[in-house]
């Protein structure tokens, strides 16, 4: 049987903008409003304004709440500090990746956790499972918020100009309640663009003015409507990874390159300590295959699944590919053999459909913003 999709609060508005909509994880979401090229462009030169209530937010509040976080991610959260984040993972017994995570702490004993909408029931379903014996609840916020973004060079500017938030004392990975355009907000300097930007939390009935006051906001200084498409070849060019190609639950933290989200230094146990403390030694004595960037010396884009070739042999494969508006060419994301990931490394190629495509190893990320 098939499910209908989810709608966000944003749905009409996005179709009277003409928007190309796609399921995305049970979510009818905008793929691109206009040209994708153009929607990319903006957020590296100017700024985007971006739709991600797909994604799922579960509180977890109670006195043992940072217990339980500590029990159930490989991260310390400890650590963080009121109004901070921290990127962390949710991993199996086995250090196969769940999930990877943005976790919020919003009080005291209250911490919102961001999972990608694909694996929020999943990371829902574990957290209920491992609160067992902990004094903290875990509660399913996902329809109690609407996520809107704004990204890119600009942002800053348009944010202050409908919020009296102290901005310049807001952190990269924090998060502060304020007032956007007169609209309650959790207002984060988090994104998923390689740009600076911001990620605003509010109640569902309160987006749509929202995104038109940023839409206003913005107008003079090249803000544009951006969907899912363009988000791809953002977060792919700054060497970002995406749940599904470059994490998995056959991977582990540590042959993904993120070994160092793994916090075996916290007091107490926790899921996956014994598989992944095993894993840490494997990647110390036999270094998995590393993942690498590609970047094509030809115009043929490579796709994952795609096989990486040298010498004749299969020495990786592709988990992410796009051509890259900003390089000019296109690029990959692949997983490859530890004498093969060197930057620079010569007599590498892609399969494409039967033909080896060069293809130079470069270092991730692709891009990195100037500060």
């Known amino acids: 049987m098939s499910t209908a ?3 966000t609060a944003l749905d009409a ?10 399921d995305f994880a049970g979510w009818d979401m905008p793929l691109r409003y206009a040209s994708e090229r153009d929607e990319h462009n903006a957020v590296r030169t100017k700024a985007g304004l971006f739709d991600l209530s797909h994604m799922g937010e579960i509180t977890v509040t109670g006195p043992q709440a940072v217990d339980l976080l500590n029990f159930a991610l490989v991260g310390n959260i400890g650590t ?50 491992r609160a067992e014996g902990f004094d903290a609840e875990v509660r399913d916020d996902r329809d109690a918020y609407a996520l809107i973004a704004v ?47 911001f990620e605003l939390f509010v109640e569902p009935r309160h987006a749509e003015a929202l995104w038109q006051a940023l839409t206003e906001a913005g107008k ?50 926790f899921v996956g300590r014994t598989s992944l403390e095993a894993a840490a030694e494997r990647a110390e004595t036999a270094p998995p295959r590393k993942l690498v960037g590609l970047v094509a010396e030809g115009r043929r884009v490579p796709r994952s699944g795609y096989q990486v070739v040298a010498d004749g042999k299969v020495i990786g494969e592709v988990t992410s590919g796009a051509p890259s508006p900003t390089l000019g060419r296109p690029i990959a994301m ?38």
Do not use: W
């Open 5 to 7: 999709p989810r709608h």
């Open 13 to 22: 508005l996005h179709r009277s903008l003409g928007a190309t909509m796609t």
């Open 80 to 129: 963080v500090g009121l109004g901070r984040a921290r990127y962390t993972m949710i991993c199996q017994e086995d250090g196969g990746i769940v999930d990877d995570l943005i976790v919020y702490r919003l009080g005291e004993t209250e911490y919102m956790v961001v999972a990608n909408a694909g694996n929020a029931q999943i990371v829902l379903d574990a957290l209920i499972a």
């Open 151 to 197: 990204q890119g060079p600009e942002s800053p500017g348009i944010l202050k100009s409908v919020t009296d938030a102290d901005l310049d004392g807001l952190k990269y990975y924090a998060g502060l309640p304020g007032t956007v355009a007169g609209v309650p907000a959790l207002i984060a300097r988090t994104g998923y663009t390689g740009e600076d930007g």
């Open 220 to 269: 003079d200084v090249g803000l544009i409507p951006c969907g899912l498409s363009c988000r791809d070849t953002l977060r792919l060019e700054a060497g970002m990874p995406l749940y599904g190609n470059e994490l998995t639950t056959k991977l582990t933290p540590f042959d993904a390159g993120l070994g160092r989200v793994v916090k075996f230094e916290k007091d107490g146990d």
């Open 334 to 371: 692949a997983y490859v053999d530890a004498a093969f990931a060197a930057p620079g490394t010569a007599g590498v190629g892609v399969d494409i459909r039967g033909s080896h495509e060069p293809y130079e190893v470069v270092a991730l990320p692709f891009y990195k913003r100037q500060k």
